[in-house]
């Protein structure tokens, strides 16, 4: 069975640090492109950033762009998002997905997802 389990959210001052963990089980992320994605209260799920199966490539959403790194251990089957000069505006429900690079430039449904893990960047 496939699954994604993300760890690591919690409370962040502004301008604080925080590595966000997925592991991942039932599937090699080698063989999808990967993303993470977040949801603020009251707000639509957004695209944070997507790497492609192909070529490794990763596309950041601007408000994150040199912020917000994505790292993977493909021997251990775990990804990471690592947050910078976090901002109050970060705070959200952080998801990792797996699915085509397609689904996950465009905002369509992502094959398999985790449950999600609360950031709170807040002083």
């Known amino acids: 069975e496939a699954q994604l389990a993300e760890s690591g959210g919690g409370l962040v001052q502004p301008g604080g640090s925080l590595r966000l963990s997925c592991a991942v089980s039932g599937f090699s992320i080698d063989a999808y492109a990967i993303g993470w994605f977040r949801q603020a209260p009251g707000k639509e799920r957004e695209r944070v950033a997507c790497r492609s199966d192909t070529d490794r490539s990763t596309t950041y959403a601007d408000s994150v762009k040199g912020r917000f790194a994505i790292s993977t251990d493909n021997a251990d089957n775990m990804m990471w998002l690592q947050m910078h000069s976090l901002k109050p505006e970060d705070t959200a429900v952080y998801y990792c997905?797996?699915?085509?690079?397609?689904?996950?430039?465009?905002?369509?449904?992502?094959?398999?997802w985790g449950k999600g893990t609360l950031v709170t960047v807040s002083s």
């Open positions: 997905a797996a699915g085509s690079f397609v689904s996950c430039m465009m905002g369509y449904d992502m094959d398999y």
